[in-house]
Nanobody
Framework: VDLVESGGSSVQSGGSLRLSCKAS????????MGWFRQVQGKEPEGVAS???????TYADSVKDRFTISQDAAKKMLYLQMNNLKPEDTAMYYC???????????????????RGQGTEVTVSS
């Protein structure tokens, strides 16, 4: 398995969660890694991305609430989610790709490697 997510849970509105993603040697990308989410029956939505220079991008819906980070030595990707809202409820996926010379949250759902997802439920 190339990418394995963890950290999803059920929380109350306003709560916090930290998602983690462990990448294999092949999947870990110094070019582009990110998170996207999907609600069953709906299109996937890019959430955040980070490139090899640790430059992040965020969807407007999560900006100032979510923080993406990575630990290259451990081949780990993280998503700190604060002030969670019911509309953040979704399956969250980690993704990675070496093909892109730039990295943007808007196409994280198109990246080559992706994990099985971790479920986040936010109740009001």
């Amino acid at each position: 398995v190339d990418l394995v997510e963890s950290g999803g849970s059920s929380v109350q509105s306003g709560g916090s969660l930290r998602l983690s993603c462990k990448a294999s040697e092949d999947a870990y990308s110094s070019y582009c890694m990110g998170w996207f989410r999907q609600v069953q029956g709906k299109e996937p939505e890019g959430v955040a991305s980070i490139d090899g220079d640790d430059r992040p991008t965020y969807a407007d819906s999560v900006k100032d609430r979510f923080t993406i980070s990575q630990d290259a030595a451990k081949k780990m990707l993280y998503l700190q989610m604060n002030n969670l809202k019911p509309e953040d409820t979704a399956m969250y996926y980690c993704a990675a790709d070496r093909r892109y010379s730039s990295c943007d949250y808007s196409y994280t759902h198109l990246l080559h490697y992706r994990g099985q997802g971790t479920e986040v439920t936010v109740s009001s």
